[in-house]
């Protein structure tokens, strides 16, 4: 296990949220904790052909961590077409020069979510909320 991991998995939520200045986290729903992912590897200059959405992301991502008027992004498209490398490329970016934490959130996580909400606000972080791979069905009931 990666000693940074096992160093935050003592810490409580707040105390993890507050003792880092950007980075990745994952929740865990069976210990009600957030934990650190490993580094981001991500870099906009390895993304081509998608000028004017590294732009207008990058834009609207820098305005959030200012402090100023942002969108909500919602990025679709086939597997495999660069949606999660453009996401994590531009929080790279972001993050390199402002106090700002990604959070990413699997589909069966979804239901957690005004508790997961909650224990970000108290932290008074700017936290990005990334659901990655959502798909619906009538089948699924993890939106339920």
Partial sequence: MNIIKKIFT????????NSIRSGILEWDNLSNNFYLL?????DLNNLHNIEVQKDALLSNTIAFANNKPANNALLWGARGTGKSSLVLSVF????????LLLLELKTNQ?????????????????SIIFC??????????NFI
């Fill in 10 to 17: 003592y810490y409580n939520n707040e105390n993890i949220l």
């Fill in 38 to 42: 490993d580094s981001n590897e991500h």
């Fill in 92 to 99: 790279k970016e972001v993050s390199n020069k402002k106090d």
């Fill in 110 to 126: 979804i239901r957690y979510l005004s508790f997961i909400l909650r224990k970000l606000k108290k932290s008074n972080r700017k």
């Fill in 132 to 141: 990655d791979d959502f798909s619906f069905s009538l089948e699924n009931e």
